[in-house]
């Protein structure tokens, strides 16, 4: 072959090369411009409608539509939608919706293992329940041989109390005692939580009584063994048998009625049935089989926690899982804590805690939530990560709520404005409807009493926040500006003088220095250690605020005889009533009106008031008298005069 022919030959690959390369491109350059471009859309937390549709490039209109079809009731334009239905919606254009997401980092409790016999057994742990007053923690002194009733407050428990009884005959229980007052539901029924076993305590004199209830629906939610104590049986007249029916109501069936909870007749103050209860309380705990993991990572629950001035933040757990010892680093909620010390229930440094073992902890960089399950992490970094994720979670819940909240208030404020406009355009110009009235009463808003609460333990401040929701609020609100656990300081005093809000510190000291300050800004701080005493002292500063309602108290009756014309000047006649005063004492300068059939057609006061030609002052009952009221002419025979004085009455909330 010649060299032209080669040179040829390889012009002509070299083209056909070229001419593949090019169909490839050409290739790849239509299949692009078919391809379609997904648009993304990015969405915040929260958006409008109206916003939306302009993200979109869509119509508000047809954006309404289309989310009509898609099941949606309310399209308004500045309704507001959360990052999830703003994304289904963006989905449903094809539309790829970008919402910003942070990582999830959290730590999960073990699994339960499924065989709990090769683990050792644990110290059952027992809750005292029961109504206020019944001698719940009377009975536990008994069984602890101290004193705990002397030092609480007004006699009766206001936190919950949790330690560990070493019995005379060798095993441990660890209890836990509730208050019993109305306004601590959320405690007792924290309590029956974490329980092994309920103790109702009921006292034989009394016999079942509200808290007494909730109690046991408690323990039956949480499904929880019974024992009934039967406290009080010493005191002379009491009739055990009554208190025992008495429970029969509430599906407590005895095991002296056939049924399966034992009952326990004893006596705080004596001692008397203490070893049966004890022995009871033992037996039902080796038939649950109760045993406890204490290798591993710990778990507990946050039993209670408070602010010690000396200590620090400290919160009592009750150890579930694993065991916990200084230098431990746990997550309870939105909070963590490095361990530094471990203390019992009577003050004592304890170098560990095992399972059903209550003890304080200190370290905590915030207070934990009463409740709150605990959870060992494996490093301070971890539980600063879990920590944080778990605060963004919550911020974002929060965010979500606020969403709900500022829609139904718009749906509400829409529904109002409506019906006024329809009742204006019924009425005319005529007076304003009922809902406009009512619009404008919800603009106005109503009264409010501004409350900084300060409590010793953060059970007792979840229970003073649920009294002040309790309380009556059509007229005057009880809101909470603020809530903290410790003693009332100076940042409390600058909030109250902000916000004008008066300042209740239960069970917490308040310096000289603090109360001093607090009364050169004017700024009330209400001390309290009783609870009812502090809802007493609330309905009372809510009754000084509302208006005083005005009462009419009837003075005199006089019943109009007979119609008289008198010459006043010239010609001109003026109708005098001819009257018998019939009840007390009618006087010149009382108020006057006149009641015809049982209905009033005028009020105002006497401009002339006569006997026999002479003016007088006053006229007691039996008298005859001549009246004429200012402004009024109307006089019939049988209308009655009545002679009042309006007083004024504090209001009061029940």
């Not at 939608?81 to 989905?91: K, P």
């Not at 440094?349 to 200190?362: D, K, L, R, Y």
């Not at 109002?416 to 603009?443: H, L, M, V």
């Amino acid at each position: 072959m010649s060299d032209k022919e080669r040179d040829r030959e390889k012009r002509q690959r070299e083209q056909e090369r070229k001419e593949k390369e090019r169909e490839q491109r050409e290739a790849k350059k239509k299949a692009a411009e078919q391809k379609p471009v997904i648009k993304d859309i990015y969405l915040q937390d929260g958006i409008t409608i109206a916003n939306l549709s302009t993200l979109l490039g869509v119509n508000y209109d047809k954006l309404a539509v289309k989310m009509q079809k898609l099941g949606f009731t309310t399209t308004d334009s500045d309704y507001v939608l959360t990052s999830e239905v703003a994304s289904l919606i963006v989905m449903e254009y094809g539309m790829n919706p970008v919402v910003q997401e942070t990582q999830t980092i959290d730590i999960k409790p073990r699994p339960e293992p499924q065989d709990w016999s090769p683990y050792p057994l644990r110290p059952p742990v027992v809750t005292i329940m029961g109504h206020v007053d019944h001698g719940k923690t009377t009975l536990l002194d008994s069984l602890r041989k101290t004193s705990v009733a002397a030092g609480e407050a007004g006699g009766i428990t206001q936190h919950i109390g949790a330690f560990s009884v070493l019995l005379p005959t060798g095993p441990r229980i660890t209890f836990l005692d509730t208050p019993g007052h109305a306004a601590f539901s959320a405690m007792r029924e924290r309590g029956a939580q974490t329980t092994d076993i309920v103790v109702l305590v009921v006292a034989a004199d009394d016999g079942v009584m509200p808290q007494t209830v909730e109690a046991i629906k408690h323990a039956q939610a949480a499904n929880v063994p019974l024992i009934v104590a039967l406290n009080k049986c010493d005191k002379p007249g009491v009739n055990t048998k009554k208190v025992k029916e008495g429970l029969l109501r509430h599906n407590i069936v005895l095991e002296e009625f056939g049924g399966e909870i034992p009952a326990v007749e004893v006596s705080g103050l004596t001692g008397k049935g203490l070893d049966e209860l004890e022995e009871t309380i033992l037996t039902l705990s080796e038939v649950l089989d109760m045993r406890g993991d204490p290798d591993g990572l710990c778990e507990a629950t946050v039993v209670e926690a408070k602010l010690n001035r000396e200590r620090g933040n400290v919160a009592t757990v009750l150890v579930r899982r694993g065991t916990l010892r200084p230098g431990s680093v746990l997550v309870a909620g939105n909070v963590w804590c490095k361990v530094r010390r471990l203390l019992d229930e009577n003050g004592s440094e304890v170098e560990q805690a095992g399972p059903s073992t209550p003890v304080e902890v200190m370290g905590w960089k915030e207070l934990p939530q009463a409740g709150d399950s605990v959870l060992q992490a494996e490093s301070e970094q971890l539980a600063k990560r879990v920590v944080q994720s778990r605060k963004r979670h919550a911020e974002y819940l929060a965010g979500i709520e606020a969403i709900e909240t500022m829609n139904q208030k718009r749906m509400q404020e829409k529904a109002i404005r409506a019906e006024a406009a329809d009742g204006s355009a019924e009425a005319g110009s005529g007076p304003a409807t009922a809902a406009a009235e009512a619009f404008k009463a919800a603009s106005d808003g109503k009264k409010e009493l501004r409350l900084i609460l300060k409590a010793d333990v953060h059970g007792t401040l979840e229970a003073l926040e649920g009294v002040l929701q309790g309380l009556p609020s059509h007229e005057i609100q009880a809101t909470a500006v603020s809530a903290g656990v410790g003693a009332v300081t100076d940042s409390d005093i600058q909030m109250a003088i902000a916000t004008g809000a008066r300042i209740l510190a239960f069970n917490v000291p308040c310096e000289r220095r603090i109360l001093n300050e607090a009364a050169s800004h004017r700024v009330v701080i209400r001390q309290h250690n009783i609870i009812y005493k502090l809802i007493d002292d609330v309905k009372e500063m809510m009754c000084d605020e509302l208006p005083p309602e005005l009462i009419d108290e009837v003075l005199g009756e006089a019943d109009v005889l007979q119609i008289f014309h008198i010459n006043v000047k010239g010609k001109i006649t003026e109708p005098v009533a001819g009257c018998r005063v019939t009840n007390g004492k009618v006087m010149r300068s009382h108020k006057v009106r006149i009641v015809r059939d049982g209905a009033t057609l005028y009020t105002g006061s006497l401009k002339t008031f006569k006997h026999h030609k002479k003016d007088v002052n006053e006229a007691s009952k039996g008298l005859e008298c001549g009246m004429a009221l200012d402004g009024f002419t109307d006089y019939r025979v049988g209308d009655v005069i009545q002679a009042f004085q309006t007083n004024e009455r504090r209001r009061t909330i029940s």
